[in-house]
Structures are given as C-alpha cells and as structure tokens.
C-alpha cells in the first residue's frame, strides 16, 4: 500500500489507543476547550512510541529469521519490510518520544 507496507498498520492500531486517553485526562483534570493544555497530548506520544519500539524491534527480529535459513556470504538486511509512511514500525517509537517530549517541554515554557 502506499501508506503502509507489511504490518506497519499496526502503528496506527497501537496509537490510536494512546491518544484516546487523552480526552478522559482533560476531563479528569477539569481542563476546557479553550485552555488547551499540550502535555496530555506528549505523554500519550510517548506512552505511543513505547509499544511502538517493542513491535518494530520484534517485526525486525521475525523477518530477519525468515531469511536466515538462506545461504548468504555477507550479513542481509531485510529492509523495511514492515513501515508506516516509509517509515520502518521501529523508529516510530523515537519518532513519538520526540514529539512528545517537545510537546511537554513547550507545554511548560509557556
């Protein structure tokens, strides 16, 4: 597809979740719509990348298995087999962890 290849959807099913908590904390915490708050926001990124960096490491260390049994002379990357908009499912989770550390950072500069 040209969005995802593989199981890369799967990045999409992992963070929906995460960002749906969102709502419930800004409920939680008596916060309306006009005060905005952007710290819910990067703690559920980087609850997101968590699961998101197991996943791609484990969907890495499966197709690397699947090719081993096959006679190679020097070390074989598999490739991104398995991404989400050309990215491969294991660098999602930094991805996340970037952008939710941002989005705290600049929730308290302000």
């Known amino acids: 597809m040209i969005i995802w290849r593989g199981k890369g959807l799967m990045v999409l099913l992992v963070s929906i979740p995460c960002f749906s908590v969102v709502p419930i904390i800004n409920l939680i915490m008596d916060y309306s719509t006009r005060d905005s708050h ?6 559920a990124a980087i609850l997101a990348g968590i699961p998101c960096w197991f996943l791609g490491q484990h969907l890495r ?12 002379e020097e ?28 989005l705290i950072i600049s929730e308290f500069i302000k």
């Open 61 to 72: 260390e499966k197709s690397i298995e699947k090719y081993k049994h096959y006679p190679i």
């Open 75 to 102: 070390d074989f990357d598999t490739g991104n087999l398995d991404s989400f908009y050309y990215i491969p499912v294991r660098w999602w989770g930094p991805v996340y962890g970037v952008i939710g550390i941002g």
């Open 38 to 43: 952007l710290w819910p926001y990067g703690v």
